[in-house]
């Protein structure tokens, strides 16, 4: 049998032929229902966007940023302490034992009260000093008396009666100092009178109030023994008090003396003070960063008490600022939003810095440029429909 045979085909020839036929076989294998179909694309939703009907528009009212003149004010906490201009310590005058304490803290004292008694040796031997500064004084009297007669008698020479006024102006003056000694002692006028004319030794002396005000601090024991210099009592007029707060470090050149303050007393109420800063420090506290300010206001009705809490509201000079406000603010995640109009109908959450409130205003710091059309009125149900929307 005869068996026929093509002629060997070129190698170009045959890479073409298996190139035609791989394609065809690709062709055929793809059919219409392996086409890729297209995706479609889905809007992306932003959580802090909000969209409202047309018909719920009118319920929020919009406003634009512009600046205002603006009073910054500046919260400084504080307390209530008495004036230090008119506080008294009153300690005795003498070492001595103390034998009655007449005064309690709270008590009103007068100027001259008896605070306490005190029973001192020093007591007695000034006492004694002052009877012999007597007795002394009214001998150089009579020496000076009887000079005068023999004067005029030609018996001595006024150079003798020269020296016996001399040596009675001198007893004199020891009397006088040993009366000063006894008052520094504490021994009233009547009984130094009575020391001077009846000879009778005072057998202790008082611890008396030299300020009117009430006793806010004791400091004495009866059977104590008191040595000069103890404060054993403190005695404050609190017809006038301060008022006196830790100012941070940073906004203390903010602050001058004479600059108007309201003060807010927690306990008493809604009643606000009115006063003005008296006192700046010139050093900051190394604890607390503060500088020390200080104010003082009346209190003839004794409603302010020391060591009462108090807020310290100081005004600066007027500023023009863009403000939004408070009621405007939505508190979300520890930080100050409001909401800005994107579009018709279209609002959006955006956060932004703010300053202390100074009225139904607060200040804007950072986030928003002038013009910005913020939400006003209804921003807390535009951030209920914003969470809603989040929700479904």
């Known amino acids: 049998m005869n068996t026929f045979k093509l ?27 392996d086409k890729p179909m297209p995706v479609a694309e889905t809007p992306a939703t932003d959580p802090l966007e909000v969209r409202v009907k047309p018909e719920m528009a009118a319920q929020f009212k919009v406003q634009k940023l512009a600046p205002v003149s603006l009073v910054p004010t500046q919260d400084v906490s504080g ?30 004292v007068k100027t001259g009260q008896a605070l306490a008694h005190v029973a001192s040796p020093e007591l007695t031997t000034a006492q004694l000093a002052y009877l012999r500064a007597h ?14 007669q023999l004067i005029q008698a030609d018996v001595i020479g006024s150079a003798e009666l020269q020296r016996r006024e001399s040596e009675l102006s001198i ?7 040993a009366g000063d000694q006894l008052q520094l002692m504490g021994l009233p006028a009547g009984a130094i009178e009575q020391l001077r004319s009846q000879g009778t030794l005072a057998a ?21 023994v008191a040595q000069p210099g103890d404060p054993l009592f403190t005695v404050a ?15 203390a050149r903010s602050v001058q003396p004479g600059q108007a303050v309201e003060i807010e007393v927690p306990a008493l109420g809604a009643q606000r003070l009115q006063g003005k800063i008296v006192y ?30 108090a807020t310290m509201r100081i005004a600066a000079a007027p500023q023009q600022v863009l403000a939004v406000p408070a009621a405007a603010v939505v508190r979300e995640n520890d930080r100050d939003h409001v ?54």
């Open 135 to 148: 007795a002394a004084s009214q001998l150089a009297e009579r020496a000076v008396e009887r000079a005068r």
């Open 280 to 309: 700046v420090g010139d050093t900051v506290s190394p604890e607390t960063r503060t500088v020390t300010i200080r104010t003082q206001v009346d209190n003839a009705r004794r409603d302010l008490k020391p060591q009462m809490l």
């Open 171 to 177: 007893a004199r003056a020891e009397l006088r100092a």
């Open 204 to 224: 202790k002396t008082a611890v008396v109030a030299t300020l009117s005000g009430v006793v806010i601090e004791r400091q004495v024991s009866r059977g104590q």
């Open 7 to 33: 002629p060997p085909l070129p190698l170009a020839t045959l890479s073409t032929l298996t190139l035609a036929l791989l394609c065809a076989f690709t062709l055929s294998a793809c059919g219409p229902a």
């Open 237 to 251: 007029d609190l017809g006038n008090v301060w008022v006196v707060g830790g100012l941070p470090e940073q906004a």
């Open 339 to 392: 909401f800005v109009r994107q579009a018709e109908g279209r609002y959006r959450l955006t956060p932004v810095e703010l300053g202390a409130a100074s009225g139904a205003l607060r200040p804007l710091l950072k986030g928003l440029p002038e013009g910005s059309e913020v939400v006003v009125e209804g921003a807390f149900h535009l951030n209920n429909e914003r969470k809603r929307a989040e929700l479904e």
């Open 79 to 108: 307390r209530i302490e008495a004036n230090d201009r008119l506080v008294t310590r009153i300690g005795a005058s003498v070492t001595g034992r103390v034998t009655d304490v007449l005064a309690e803290v709270g008590d009103r």
